[in-house]
Each structure stands twice: as C-alpha cells, then as structure tokens.
C-alpha cells in the first residue's frame, strides 16, 4: 500500500510540472515524514553522498565532456564521412551509413540524445538531398541513435552499475553483442525497405577516397580502443577511461582536426597549422570553445546528477522501507516464474520509461526488481541489458522520448510526425526487446568469456 | 510567452557569466586531476593521492551548486504535456502549485542540510578529509575553529558547506520563480523545449556541411 502512495505523489508532482528531480526528492520526503520519523539531516547526507560515495557515477561528467568535444570538434562529421564511403553505394545506402554512423559514434559517446544531434543534424540534410523523405531519414536516426545507450560506453550502464553494485566493465562488454544486432536488425530493415520503395544509392567512392576517409576519422575512432582496451587492459577504470577520452577528444578535436578552439580556420582559410602558432598549445586550454564545451557538458551533468541523487534518495526511503522484499515475497508468492517476471519488468519499464528520464528510472526501478530476478536466477549483467534495451524503447515512444524531442529539431519536423515516422522502427526494436530478454546468452557470452563467470552476491 | 528568465541588466548577465564560468572551471579541474593521476601512475610510477577524494568533492560542489543555476535557466527535465494543455488562468494555478512543491523541497532541504552541516563547523571541525592537503591560510581559522590545533588534511566542513550553500542558493532562486510565476512572467518551471535547445549548444557546429578531402 505504502508503495503505491510514494509512486502516486511522483506522478502527482511530475504531472502538475514539478521538475523530475524534485518530483522524486519531495516524494520521498514526504513519505518518511508520513511512515516513518524519517530525519532532515539523513536526507541531506543521502543527497550528498550520492557524489562522494558513488565513485561509479564520477564518469558521468567525463563521458559528457568527451562526446561534447567530439560533437563540437567534428569527430561526428568524419565519422559519417568514413561510413558514407564504406557502406553508401547499396540501395538505401545512405540510410544504411546513417545507421553505421550511429554506432561508431555510439561507440564513442555514452547518450542517445548526444548521438541523435550530432549524426542527424548532418545525416538528416543529407538524406533528404539526394531524395529519401522526411519521415524516413527522421524515423530510421531517431531509432539507430538510440544505440548510444547500448553500445559502450554508456551512461544509463553506468548508473546501472552503480545502482545494483554490478562491474561497470561487464556492463560494458555485455553490450557490444546486442548493440551489434540491433544496429544489424535496422539495416536489414532499411535493405528490405529499399527493395520494397526503390530507395536511391549513391556512386561508389574510390578506394583511396574511402581510404583518406577512414585514416582521417581514425583519430576520431582510436577513443573506441583507448577506451575499451584501457579498461579491459587493466589500465585504467571505467572513470578513469572516461577522463582520458574526455582529454583526448579535447586535444584531437583542437590540434588535429582543428574544428575548434585557436586553431579553427577563419573564413574559408585553411586551418592555421600549429607551427605557426605554437602559443596554442597553451591557449587552447582556455579558449573560448573550450569553455563553452565545458559549460555546456558541465550543465547536462548537473540536471542529469541532480536527477540521479534524487532518485538516489528514493532508492534510500525503499531500501528502509523494505520495499523491495515485500514485492519480492509477493510475487514468489503469487507463483510467479522467470518469464512472467520478465514480462513485469519489461511492461514496468515501458511505461515508467514514457515519463522518466531513464537513468532515474533505472535507480529507482533496479533495486525494487534486482533482488527478485536473483532469487529467480536471473543474470544480473542480463537484467541490466534488458532495462538498458527497455529505456531505448522508452526514448522513441512519446511523452517524454528525448529522442523524439531531439529528432524533432533536427529535422525540423513536429514530434507528432516524428512519433509516426519512428513507429515502423520502432516495431524492430521491439523484436530485439523480445529476442534480447529471452535469449540471455547474446548478452552474458561476451563478459563470462573474458572476464571469467559472474560471482553474483546477494 | 517565454519561459526562461532572459538577463535584462548588466548585473545579472555578470552574474550569469560567473556561475557559467565557474561550472566550466570545476568540470576541467576534474578532468585534468583525473587525468594527471593516471599519467602520475604510469609516467612518474606515483599516485596523487589527494586525487580521488578531491574530484568527488568537486563533483558534488558542480551539482550542487549549478542546480540553482539550472533552475534559473529553467533547464531542468520534466513532463510538460498536462501543463502546456491547461487553459492559461488554470496553468497560471498549477504551475504555482508546483512552485509551492519546489520550494518546500528546496526549504526542507535547505534545514536538513544546515542541520548537517553546522556539526563539522562547530564540536566536530576537528574531522578532516582523509587525502586532500590543507592551503596554509585556512590555518589562520584553525584558532577559532579548532581550538588552535592546526589541521593535518583539509577539514571536512570545507566540502561538505556545498550542501548547505547550494540548497541555499536553490531556495532563493525557487523564490525568484515564484515571484515571476505570480507576476505573469513565467508559466514553467521545466525546459519544455530542452531538445532545441540541446542543439543549439551541441549542433551548431555538427552542422556546417559536410567536408570532403579535410
């Protein structure tokens, strides 16, 4: 009963338009204040230990700065270049590089809005160039863009993680596999429809074209090995991989590609080499681009954490509460196995996911349903790909889909119509919601092989 | 009707331009720290041992301190579909509404946090981070503060007034709103739009053509 009368003035707030964090916050107050002599001082040290005790989440703020820097420094750019010379000459080609580009970029960036703006904004264009609709250009970015979460790195794996205390690089590793598939079901799905509506393809590019394209994005895609090898390598943790990317994309995107800070081109002039202008090595660091990335991924950072300890503070109120074991005991109770519970989940987070931002969800959905799919034997790195597939889903169906949000903009399109043009894609993510929950081993196999079996602790 | 408070005077974009800066600052300092302790370990073979602690710290100095600025902006997240669908005079009555849910929020917070922290100010200033060395001119408290003992680390109640300051700050800026949601000047308190603006920031660069032979 309690339950239901903490999640009912979460919906209350947020409906009346009370800002999500807040919505949580209140919520959880009032609650202890109403079942328990819950104290103030508790609820403050809560809020601020959710920064100094989740060492996890520290790489939140990193990977935002890293994919801000790459979106700004024209890593995005490169990137679509190289998978328009690799992949764009089959019909529907250039729908099928907007896709590949979405998952190299996703590779890179751990946000699904972040990998929509910075493939879509020039995929889009592009798209509708050489003839393909509106709808379709929207409809197939908004859907492949939501890979951002699923392919590592990943912010919504992260939270996971630090929610449910599981390995942030087994999450990581557990979502290469299904990212890979559902990255594959899209193109298949843009290949049967260039069949069925004579999708137009472009003019094979030459071999050293794709050539310069693929040396020129590999700076870019060298983050992809810093990262995953960094950690897998034992060099460093998942945070701090997070960091190093962050100051990689930065010295990339100023001395490299020179697509910002001292040494961006000014009005069609070529880039100003750096042997000219060596000060840059110093002044780059407090250029202007610089801190307008910083600020731009330092505010994302703020909303995102302020939500994420807020819902932090609720996961407090229902581990005090003993909530979880109660739904548990109820639903072993009422008979409940494997299947069905996975059908709850899914269904809970569907819904939840149409209102919440997903990495709240997941801090407060995880710990009510973790312990109950451990009593049924199911993975936990399992668990965290379905609700990782699960928020996906929860990004492309209004009211709160910020991909949608995002897709609309970019386009230029009302999100009524983007809500219609993703639909058709939306039904293949579905199928590989379906495939991923009950086919366990798509995502497991990667992270018992090389990093040896889960040692799960209750 | 706009729904975020535009500077109208020179003082608040000054303002405006010290919280922006001070978000960016905070954010490189936790990189650079970050990264120059892996470089520490594997360059000069040592760890920076205040490293660790001293970036959590200022995570939770950026969050908690920036929120105020986020709802200054009016750049936090929410659902907007029920608000925006009200007749005007009934929105006006709801989005107060939700001011009053805010502020109570911000005001509860605001005592626990004081309540929180006043301890490591007073009987207990003697409690002390476990890494993060202590600047000198802090010892020039350590006699009022700390019954003329000189700290060894950086006392805890440095880090930690985030908390109060920060909800603070959030309280203030709630009044604001709420004396603009009264006034007639504001109708939400969420970004309703946050994706254009999200492109703006990220996009606009995204968005020159694309280059070919760069």
Redesign the interface.
């Known amino acids: 009963m309690a339950i239901f009368v903490l999640f009912g003035m979460v919906i209350v ?11 949580l ?2 919520a959880s ?1 009032a609650f202890l204040y109403i079942y328990s002599d819950g ?7 809560t ?2 230990d959710a ?2 005790g989740h ?1 996890t ?2 790489a939140i ?2 990977f935002i ?1 890293a994919s ?1 820097f790459m ?4 890593v ?3 990137i ?2 190289f998978a328009i010379s690799s992949v764009a000459h089959h019909p529907g080609g250039l729908a099928i590089a907007g896709v590949f580009a979405c998952m190299l970029f996703a590779a890179l960036s751990g946000s699904s ?2 990998t929509v ?2 493939i879509g ?2 995929v889009i264009a ?1 798209m509708r160039q050489v003839g393909y609709t509106k709808e379709f250009a929207a409809g197939v970015i908004c859907n492949a863009g939501t890979l951002g979460i699923l392919i590592p790195p990943s912010i919504v794996m992260v939270v996971y993680a630090a929610a449910v205390d599981v390995s942030v690089g087994r999450m990581f590793l557990a979502g290469v596999f299904p990212g890979l598939i559902a990255g594959g079901m899209l193109i298949i799905g843009i290949v049967i429809a260039a069949k069925i509506y004579d999708l137009p393809s472009q003019p094979k590019e030459s071999w050293t ?1 794709w050539f ?1 394209a693929a040396s ?1 994005a590999g700076w870019g895609l060298f983050l992809i090995i810093i990262i995953l090898g960094g950690i897998y390598g034992g ?2 943790t998942p ?2 991989a997070a ?2 990317a ?2 990689y994309a930065f010295l990339i995107a100023n001395f490299v590609y020179r ?2 800070g001292p040494l961006k081109a000014q009005n069609d002039a070529p880039a100003i080499s750096l042997f000219k202008k060596p000060q840059a090595l110093l002044t780059a660091w407090f250029h202007r681009d ?3 990335a ?6 994302l ?3 995102l ?3 994420i ?1 807020n819902a932090l503070i609720l996961k407090h109120v229902l581990t005090e509460e003993r909530i979880p074991q109660a739904i548990t005991e109820a639903m072993l109770a009422a008979g409940f196995g494997p299947i069905t519970f996975l059908i709850v989940v899914n269904l809970l987070l569907l819904i939840g996911g149409q ?1 919440m ?1 997903p990495s709240g969800l997941i801090v407060i959905v995880a710990p009510l349903v973790f312990p109950i799919a451990m009593e049924l034997g199911i993975d936990p790195i399992h668990l965290g790909i379905i609700m990782v597939v699960n928020m996906e889903i929860g990004m492309i169906t209004p ?2 889909g ?1 991909n949608l ?2 897709t ?3 386009a230029k399109m009302s999100v009524m119509n983007v809500v219609k043009a993703a639909l058709p894609w939306c039904g293949i993510m579905f199928i590989f919601l379906i495939l991923v929950t009950y086919v366990p081993v798509i995502s497991t196999w990667l992270p018992t092989t090389m990093m040896g079996p889960e040692i799960i602790t209750k | 009707m706009s729904t975020s408070a535009q500077p109208t005077s020179r003082l608040s974009r000054r303002i405006d331009d010290i919280e ?2 001070l ?6 300092l ?3 720290v ?2 120059a ?2 470089i520490a370990r ?1 360059v000069f073979n040592s760890n920076i041992l205040w490293a ?1 602690e001293t ?3 200022l ?2 100095w ?3 301190i ?2 105020s ?2 709802v200054k902006k009016n ?9 925006v669908s009200l007749p005007p005079g009934i929105r006006r009555i ?2 107060l ?2 001011v009053l ?2 502020l ?3 005001v ?2 605001m ?3 004081w ?2 922290w006043l301890p490591f100010f007073g009987e207990r200033s003697w409690y002390e981070t476990d890494d993060i060395p202590v600047p000198e001119l802090l010892q020039l408290l350590a006699p009022a503060l700390n019954e003329g003992e000189r700290w060894s680390k950086l006392p805890r109640f440095i ?2 007034f ?2 109060p300051l920060g ?1 603070t700050l959030l309280t203030f800026r709630f009044l604001e709103v709420a004396w603009r949601v009264i006034r007639g000047e504001q109708d ?3 970004a309703s ?4 603006e ?2 703006e ?3 606009n ?4 053509p ?5």
């Not at chain 1, 910083?294 to 505010?299: D, N, Q, S």
């Not at chain 2, 978000?23 to 490189?28: D, K, P, S, T």
């Not at chain 2, 739009?193 to 254009?196: F, G, L, S, T």
């Open positions: 707030l947020l409906m009346i338009g009370v800002p999500i964090a807040i919505s916050g209140l107050i104290s103030l001082v508790i609820i403050a040290q809020l601020f920064f100094a060492y989440l520290l703020p990193f700065l801000t979106s700004t420094g024209g995005a750019q490169r679509i270049r809005p972040a703006v910075a904004t020039i592009a074209e310069q020129d060099i460093f945070t701090e960091a190093v962050a100051v697509d910002m610089t801190k307008k910083l600020f731009e991924a330092g505010k950072t703020i909303i954490l302020f939500i300890a209102f931002e009211p709160v910020l949000f995002v609309a903009g970019v | 922006e800066s978000i960016a600052i905070i954010l490189g936790m990189t650079l970050t990264f302790n892996v594997y660790l970036t959590v710290f995570f939770a950026l969050v908690l920036g929120i600025y986020c750049a936090n997240l929410g659902v907007d579909v029920l608000v709801v989005t509404l939700a849910a805010c109570t929020f911000s509860l917070l005592i626990g946090s309540a929180y880090p930690y985030a908390l909800m939400l308190l969420i739009h946050e994706a254009e999200m492109i920031t990220l996009g660069d995204a968005a020159q694309l280059k070919k032979g760069n």
